[in-house]
């Protein structure tokens, strides 16, 4: 039984009669509730809340009909089963009793054991209305959320009718179609086939059908699901029909969510790996590669930190839109992988590695080149990692990660954009390079550094006028490691300003040694584009410079031409201010990368040094002559001097002598060489003079 027996209220003014109806159905299981006239019947009910009423006819203050009304008019009253006692034969009574909403009556006297039937049957009867009613509102606010509308159709007369809510589920129908024959117009012809014969299977077969179509209505296009099946004894088709369309926009909106990069538009990883993997499982030709290559924007985050959020969400936009332009769609597909790296595949025939990287680099030469963000030019340094198949895989996710293992090495580079290319040792070079990074944690620590001094040589008075400093590791196991593979790793990990500040103080410590023994050498110390990022630069190497008691001319400063386009105005302010506090400025490696001379004539600068590429030719090749002269000519009529760099023979001496060039650096002056090697060099060599020279093999 139910552990809440339903409660009946009694609303008789006879006391016997209330006494022995509360004492009966009391023993029968029920709680009961009595008043002794309508009015009171009707406070009780509403405080109560009964599930059952008995209510006599005559009573003093209000009669039962008055009461009947008064509770059926409340909203909890309008369901509750209500039975009327009437006398027996009192026809007049019933009628009444009904008409005042009385579910049931019973006539006195009373029959306690029929009572108690008919109680049960009103109870049950109430509970069925109430989950009905259930149902049914629960139906009703799952079709409209679903965008149910239920049918009917009649096969004998051709008429289709509808539901009460359908037309407010299929609101954008101006009305309803009547007939079969009207539904079907609207469907999209391509589907109006596949639905007319799911009606008639469902009518020869009884067979249940659910088709989705589309449905064209004033030129908008929705997508219904329609559902039916035979209900045989009328021999009717009965069904619903759903409105998918807002529920298939989502589904599409959510698929390209899941599919694209919000801010760019591109697919992302997940779409690029599907459209690789379909490219790699299509057939195709032996001749055919399949390249994937992965752009990084390199300290994307020091943008971020300068230009604030929304520059840099603007100008990934523009690297995204650029990079995408240097491919055809129909070549291959480009993504946005991660915030600052981007991924493309492209198909080409099979060529051997160097010229595969020429051509990409080739391609990629648009996102060479300033960006202007927020009415400043900015030069980003991109590297490429590539991988290709069938020759290093045929799997997408393995490709795609072999190229971004091998963007490590396209790192240490100092180019704007290079092309690095996938090697099966790569896991061993990244694992070599986690090691380096802690040995190089640990060496700048320890002051684990020395410099060397390369010797500058002037060719009209013969003499050694200064050095450049060239920074030195030892590495406990490997020996000499290289400067141009551990600086980019330092300006990755941040330490490069650390090193920086103690090569600026070192170098001018040792130009002031040097000098206190007659010697008088001009320093060239190099700096890293990053030691620009720090802010306090300008500070550093006056601060360097003065504890050294070094005068500012002797020292020259080497930048690069990618520091000068990082932010040109910052640059500009900054080294103007070096040269009015007496400092000299060089452009290193000049020729290589990125050249502008519209930069040159921006900066203050003293020297250009001719990057080491021309000089290796410049016997052979007519063009690297050409532009040698043109660049001595120019550097001559804007006052500034021309430093060769790499000079290892006589005969490139030669002609860059002839070409302009006003001093001279590399082997054939002297390796670089330890700071206390230096002066006997300087004595020994100008005594012997240029055309025996090499005196000191480095
Ligand atoms: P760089 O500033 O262009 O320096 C010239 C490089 O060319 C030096 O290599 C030098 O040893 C080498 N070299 C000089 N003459 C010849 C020659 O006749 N033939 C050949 N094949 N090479 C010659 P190094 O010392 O390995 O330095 C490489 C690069 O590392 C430097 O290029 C510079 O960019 C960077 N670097 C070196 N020292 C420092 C430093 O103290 N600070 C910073 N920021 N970078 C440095
Ligand atoms: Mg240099
Ligand atoms: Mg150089």
Redesign the pocket.
């Known amino acids: 039984m139910d552990p809440t027996p339903p409660t009946l209220l009694i609303v008789e003014d006879a006391a016997e009669i209330r006494m022995l109806l509360s004492a009966g159905l009391t023993k029968a299981g029920y709680r009961t509730l009595s008043a002794t006239q309508g009015a009171e019947g009707v406070d009780l009910f509403v405080q109560e809340k009964p599930d059952l009423i008995l209510m006599d006819v005559s009573m003093p203050v209000m009669d039962g009909f008055e009461a009947c009304r008064r509770i059926r008019q409340t909203e909890s009253g309008k369901n509750i089963p209500l039975l009327m006692l009437t006398g027996s034969d009192d026809l007049h009574s019933i009628q009444q009793a009904f008409d005042s909403g009385a579910t049931d009556f019973i006539t006195k006297p009373i029959n306690l054991p029929l009572l108690q039937q008919r109680i049960r049957y009103a109870l049950r009867d109430a509970q069925r209305e109430k989950e009905l009613h259930q149902a049914k509102s629960l139906q009703d606010s799952a079709s409209s959320l679903a965008g149910l509308a239920f049918w009917e159709y009649d096969p004998a007369s051709q008429k289709l009718s509808w539901s009460g809510k359908a037309q407010q589920t299929l609101h954008w129908l101006e009305s309803l179609p009547d007939n079969l024959e009207t539904t079907l117009q609207m469907v999209h012809p391509d589907e109006r086939h596949r639905l007319q014969s799911a009606f008639m299977t469902a009518m020869e077969t009884g067979q249940q059908f659910s088709v989705e179509v589309r449905l064209l209505w004033q030129q908008k296009e929705y997508q219904l699901k329609i559902l039916g099946q035979l209900n045989q004894p009328g021999h009717l088709l009965t069904g619903a029909v759903q409105d998918l369309t807002a529920l298939r926009r989502l589904e599409s909106q959510a698929s390209y969510l899941s599919h694209h990069d919000v801010l760019t538009g591109l697919p992302n990883r997940n779409l690029f790996i599907c459209s690789l993997a379909d490219q790699l499982q299509a057939k195709q030709s032996f001749q055919a590669l399949t390249l994937v290559l992965v752009l990084e924007i390199q300290r994307l985050h020091h943008i971020m930190d300068v230009f604030g959020v929304d520059a840099t969400d603007e100008l990934i936009n523009r690297v995204a839109s650029a990079f995408k332009a240097c491919f055809k769609s129909t070549e291959g597909q480009v993504a946005r992988l991660e915030t600052h790296r981007f991924a493309a595949w492209i198909t080409l025939e099979a060529q051997n590695e160097t010229t595969l990287i020429r051509y990409l680099e080739e391609r990629l030469m648009p996102l060479n080149r300033c960006w202007l963000l927020e009415g400043k030019e900015v030069l980003l340094n991109f590297s490429v990692g590539l991988s290709y198949a069938p020759t290093q895989g045929d799997q997408a996710t393995q490709l795609l990660r072999y190229a971004q293992r091998a963007l490590q090495t396209s790192k240490s580079t100092r180019h704007t954009l290079t092309v690095s290319p996938y090697h099966p040792d790569q896991d061993t070079n990244l694992q070599q390079r986690l090691t380096l990074e802690s040995e190089l944690r640990r060496a700048v620590e320890t002051q684990a550094f020395s410099l060397a001094y390369?010797p500058q040589y002037n060719l009209a008075t013969g003499r050694i006028v200064g050095v450049?400093?060239?920074?030195r590791w030892q590495h406990p196991s490997e020996g000499f490691v290289?400067?141009?593979t551990f600086?980019p790793i330092l300006e990755d990990m941040g330490l490069i300003q650390t090193l920086?500040q103690w090569?600026l103080q070192e170098a001018c410590r040792q130009q002031f040694a040097w000098k206190q023994t007659g010697l008088r050498l001009r320093m060239g110390i190099?700096?890293?584009p990053a030691q620009f990022e720090q802010g306090n630069l300008y500070e550093q190497i006056l601060d360097a410079q003065q504890q050294a008691h070094a005068s500012p001319e002797d020292i020259k400063l080497?930048i690069t031409e990618s520091l000068a386009m990082k932010d040109p105005d910052e640059s500009i302010h900054l080294l103007h201010k070096l040269r009015e506090a007496g400092f000299k400025i060089a452009i290193?490696?000049f020729g290589i990368g990125f050249s502008s001379l519209e930069y040159l004539l921006r900066f203050p600068l003293d020297s250009l040094k001719i990057d080491?590429a021309f000089v290796q030719n410049i016997t052979q090749g007519r063009s690297d002559r050409a532009i040698v002269l043109a660049l001595t000519s120019l550097c001559q009529g804007l006052g500034l001097s021309t430093i060769a760099?790499?000079?290892?023979n006589l005969r490139q001496s030669d002609y860059l002598d002839a070409l302009g060039v006003t001093e001279l650096?590399?082997?054939l002056i002297s390796k670089?060489l330890a700071a206390d090697d230096l002066p006997a060099f300087v004595t020994v060599f100008e005594q012997r003079g240029i055309d025996n020279a090499n005196p000191f093999p480095g």
């Open positions: 390369q450049e400093a060239l920074v290289s400067p141009a600086i920086g090569i190099n700096l890293s080497e290193d490696d080491r760099e790499g000079v290892e650096q590399g082997y670089p």
